[in-house]
């Protein structure tokens, strides 16, 4: 199942589907891997995408979280059928750098909004040291009317650009880590490593309203996701640089996603039984869950190991994509 949503610059979201697309001037290819992107302000992350998709000719893409066009960092895309394991990346903890304008209030619980309110700011750092501590560890969190959360079949957004209010019911979040970096005249900049269904947005205005002053989301960046980290990503600037060889390097292989699932070697008989949708006896795994399948040190798809050591498909590769070549198999006795 591929795995592509819509986070709005937050840790939690809606799904979406994987973008395929033709172009009238250079044929699409059937392109596998995946790219860490490193989104500018300005795009939505779905126009990033299709640039993204663009340059390296692929006929599939998918991202993995959404960011709000005025947030820059991580957005890892998926092309071709690795957006089929991305739905890890869904449930990962993201970590933020987050930049609160203190003082003033505004519609969206960020920039893009009109200022409501402004209140005057006369906050030391110990005030706002202690604020930061009453929000770590499992908070509840009203989502805010900007957000992809639908109602009634329709996001909450749509509603709030009509000028409704919906009411909504709060929900938990888990702020890991939340650590102030710097603080000077009404800005503080903070790093949060927090849960997915964390609006960052809605951080920012409770974080204001517990110093009495109302704050807004000045400047929001991604800086992992999971164990990805924007430091080993690139700009689509820097991709629109390269040569298509520069480009394809970068790309993660099919399983980059899966790191943290044990790897199974399979036999070319059992890949082949795998991929045909039969479960395969793996008595000497000893792992138990989900895996990586693997042939000749090829990833092949996932598949959960049961209490017995019986290994099952789960989400395979397309034909086409598999390294596992369409022979019959031999018969169980071992004949020719």
Known sequence: MAAVTSTSGEA????????????????????????????????????????????????KAGHTGTLDPMATGLLPVCFGEATKFSSDLLNADKTYRATLALGAITTTG?????????????????????????????IEQVPPMHSALKHAGRPLYAYAREGIEIERTARAAVIARLELVAFADDLAEIEVECSKGTYVRTLAADIGEALGCGAHLARLRRLRVGPLDVGDAVTLAALENMDRAARDALLKPLDFLLGGLPAVVLSGDEARRFVQGRAVAVPGCAARGAVRACV???????????????????????????????QPLKPAGGGP
Do not use: H, Y
């Open 12 to 59: 939690g979201g809606s799904a979406g589907a994987a973008v395929t697309g033709r172009r009238s001037t250079t044929a699409m290819r059937r392109l596998d891997g995946v790219l860490l992107l490193d989104k500018d302000a300005g795009p939505s992350s779905n126009a990033a995408l299709q640039r993204a998709r663009r340059l390296f000719d692929a006929a």
């Open 296 to 326: 000749d040190g090829r990833f092949i798809g996932v598949g959960r190991v049961d209490a017995v050591g019986l290994l099952a498909p789960d989400r395979l590769l397309a034909t086409a994509s598999s390294p596992v070549a369409a």
């Open 110 to 138: 960020d920039a893009e909004g009109s200022v409501l309110a402004r209140r005057p700011v006369q906050v030391l750092r110990g005030q706002l040291e202690a604020a930061l501590a009453r929000f770590r560890g499992r």
